[in-house]
């Protein structure tokens, strides 16, 4: 595989948004607009692979700080933003799932958040639904880490599971370290883990176990996929190669949450279990993707998270990938 090579990638975008009947209105009201879930998934073909990415909604924060750049001057993040053009106030962190059809498997890397952190996260069933696919079609669900907007999406709020007939797939790095019975966060800046997250991990890991299978990073799986361990976020954060036919494109997951950690990868985010290791494999995974021209995938950079990593003389920046009408994408 030629990592530097990077072909032509066609495809099809589907999107769709549904507005509530509060916003169609014209008429003043106190009350809080709630804007209801609109469905949406891009799609394009990639060798012999059908990929779609699916929206999942987004997380929503009343602060970029202290959980990005914890130690860093609230003047110089500011500044920052500001030239990027980026929101420090009433953030939102997309939530971007990828699919992969493969003949008759149908392959999700993680499953959002699901119904249990308020409207603007859980969208994913819905989204499969907009494009045609139901949840019981679900063959493999690949779960990257398992913090709580990459797995939540594998239960209802009854605590059923959602994918009935799918297998799940972990590392065991990440297994062990949050079925340990005190996970360690010693490293973390935050100074307090919620137990309540940690409950809720091991909550859905226990639901799953009998469907539960472990990779090992460097193995190719399903002849389309490689999984490789960028750990730091969590012990096994796991980020994926998926190609076919020469053609490639690298999941980075949760390697950088937004713009900031691009172009500022040092200023580390509180989200990392190991903060210190985690701005150590960013800047290694930004760097191999830069230097390698890789079109990536992100979970949480603006939607749909499609895009590159150029090296400038004065670091990183972020391309999306443009595409002139909502339903083509040429590369």
Known sequence: MNRRELLKITGFASMSAILSPTLMSFTKTNKKSVIAIPPGFIQFQMGDLELLILTDGYVPMKNLQPVFAPDVKTEDVNTKTSKMFEKTENVEISINIMLIKKQEQ????DVGSGPHFGETEGWLPQSLHEAGISNSEITD????????????????????????NAKYHISPKEFNF???EKP???KSKLSNYPETGVSFTKNILQKIKDKLYFYEHGELLFDCLK??????HTPGHTIFSVFSKEKIVTHIVDTVHN????????????WDVDFKKGIQTRIEI??????????????????????????????????????????????
């Open 106 to 109: 149908l392959i999700l890397i």
């Open 141 to 164: 669900i690949f779960i990257t880490h398992a913090h709580r907007d990459h797995i939540g999406g594998i239960l209802d709020k009854e605590s059923k599971l959602i994918f009935l």
């Open 178 to 180: 949050w079925t340990a």
């Open 184 to 186: 360690d966060f010693s």
């Open 227 to 232: 999984p490789e361990l960028a750990e730091g």
């Open 259 to 270: 713009q900031l950690l691009i172009e500022k990868p040092e200023w580390g985010i509180q």
């Open 286 to 331: 930004l760097g191999k993707v830069s230097k390698n021209n890789e079109l990536v995938i992100s979970t949480h950079l603006p939607w749909p998270g499609i895009g590159h990593i150029i090296n400038t003389d004065n670091g990183f920046k972020w391309k999306p990938l443009a595409y002139s009408t909502p339903r083509k994408i040429t590369i």
